[in-house]
């Protein structure tokens, strides 16, 4: 079975400056869909960024970029220029191709933004 | 931006009574489903729905629970008999095409407390 584990509960950062949120996964496949969500704390969890294993092009959204290494099965998530509207708390995400359509999801990662 | 949306926002119901949650997907995905979060804990998949019966179900989802596409726009989750171990958030999720991106929407949840 696939796991995904986040090995920092908390992380915080300053306004404007940049943070990395670590993820790793396991899994024995070889085509699979990674995400990063973001639950506000409002609780509506949104998509922040979409990875396909089969791409090597890292993925880039805005302020958001992955740095996904397949072979290490490592997929960070790298905040920019962080807001203090990006506090929240931060899941790493794994989803099969084949059979399964659940989406995996490690333990969460509470971002802090120090104005 | 069409959302997911569900109701209620908060259930308080009592230990053995019988609870139905309720979503309504994105109007035009074909893929439903049902994650919880227990306080503090990560998100657990449920089960997926799919041409109107459940594709996938986790081992959390026994014969307490079931679900439900009453009409073409409603989505319900029914816990037949509540128990304390039961209260958690849970989340409806629909994806339009899990072969075009895999992404899977979710809901603003529902805060279920067994007492």
């Known amino acids: 079975a696939q796991t995904v584990t986040q090995s920092q509960p908390e992380m915080s950062v300053q306004e404007a400056e940049t943070v990395t949120l670590s993820c790793t996964y396991d899994?024995?496949?070889?085509?699979?869909?990674l995400f990063w969500y973001k639950q506000p704390p409002s609780r509506q969890m949104i998509l922040v960024i979409r990875q396909e294993a089969y791409k090597q092009q890292n993925a880039t959204e805005n302020r958001f970029s992955v740095n996904f290494q397949k072979a290490a099965k490592s997929f960070s998530l790298k905040i920019s220029d962080s807001q203090l509207g990006d506090a929240a708390m931060y899941f790493c995400?794994?989803?099969?191709?084949?059979?399964?359509?659940?989406?995996?999801f490690g333990q969460g990662t509470r971002l802090t933004i120090n104005p | 931006e069409p959302e997911v949306t569900q109701t209620p926002s908060h259930q308080v119901t009592q230990m053995g009574q019988e609870v139905i949650l309720r979503c309504v997907p994105i109007s035009n995905h074909l893929y439903f489903y049902w994650y919880r979060q227990i306080l503090g804990q990560k998100v657990e998949f449920l089960v997926s729905?799919?041409?109107?019966?459940?594709?996938?179900k986790s081992e959390i989802f026994d014969d307490q629970f079931s679900v439900e596409r009453p009409d073409g726009s409603n989505f319900t989750l029914k816990i037949r008999s509540t128990k304390l171990e039961d209260s958690a958030m849970y989340f409806c999720?629909?994806?339009?095409?899990?072969?075009?991106?895999?992404?899977?929407?979710f809901g603003p949840g529902t805060r279920l407390t067994v007492t």
């Open positions: 995400a794994y989803i099969s191709i084949q059979g399964a359509q659940k989406l995996v």
């Open positions: 729905f799919y041409n109107n019966e459940i594709s996938e």
């Open positions: 899994t024995s496949e070889s085509d699979y869909y």
């Open positions: 999720a629909s994806s339009e095409n899990l072969a075009v991106t895999y992404e899977q929407y």
